[in-house]
């Protein structure tokens, strides 16, 4: 599996996905959104941050970068496109993911740890977990409420699509969610940051099971 970590302007959890992926002998690797070729990659991350500054709207700007031609290129060969908290926000911006995310519901930037229930656990994020599992995973954002139309919601839950649930939920999103994905499976965005808990040392290793999910999931389709 090789995997490109994309590096927006703003973006500052690239190293701490990249780090991620390679405690997970995956072979991954920093591509900037200057770029506008994906072919030699089988996944493709779009890291936390802030966008081009994200001065406008969460991810607004970083949807028009040259890099995103390519990831929707990559989405529609069905490759994997996973979104963590900015990332999550550019890919609903870009259409890959329905819905938006806007300010939290009490305005200001949370940094916590917060406990996310596993809506799904028959997907290629959830499959390490067990169905209803309770896990601790941080969060870090000022713009994670999701909000769609309930159109879309009654979409998302008949088709099973809600990967992840607060349990608490501590900005406001509909339907307590917390990462959802496509109909076809292979686009996924979460706001919170399973790369800050792989390792024990930080007090909490509760996101190894996304990435063991994303790898089992592929060595099966190999």
């Known amino acids: 599996m090789k995997a490109a970590v994309i590096s927006f302007p703003g973006s500052n959890c690239d190293f701490d996905m990249l780090y991620a992926l390679q405690e997970f002998g995956v072979d991954a690797e920093i591509v900037s959104a200057k770029h506008n070729n994906l072919k030699d990659y089988d996944a493709i991350f779009l890291p936390g941050g802030f966008s081009y500054g994200d001065y406008l709207r969460t991810g607004a700007i970083a949807r028009f970068s040259p890099i995103m031609s390519a990831v929707t290129q990559a989405a529609n060969d069905g490759k994997l496109i996973i979104g963590i908290c900015n990332g999550f926000q550019i890919l609903t911006e870009a259409g890959l993911l329905p819905g938006q995310l806007l300010t939290n519901q009490k305005p200001g930037f ?9 809506a799904n656990p028959n997907t290629a994020y959830t499959n390490a977990y067990e169905a209803e599992e309770i896990i601790n995973i941080p969060v870090a954002h000022a713009e994670g409420n999701y909000y769609a139309d309930a159109e879309t919601l009654t979409k998302l ?12 939920n501590p900005n406001g999103s509909a339907h307590d969610i917390a990462g959802i994905m496509n109909e076809n499976g292979n686009v996924f965005g979460m706001m919170p940051h399973p790369e800050r808990a792989v390792d024990a040392v930080t007090g909490n290793d509760d996101g190894k099971n996304f990435f063991k999910s994303i790898l ?4 099966a389709g190999a």
């Open 157 to 168: 839950e008949e088709n099973n699509l809600i990967i992840f649930r607060y349990v608490d």
């Open 110 to 118: 949370i940094c916590d740890e917060i406990a996310l229930s596993i």
């Open 216 to 219: 089992s999931g592929i060595l």
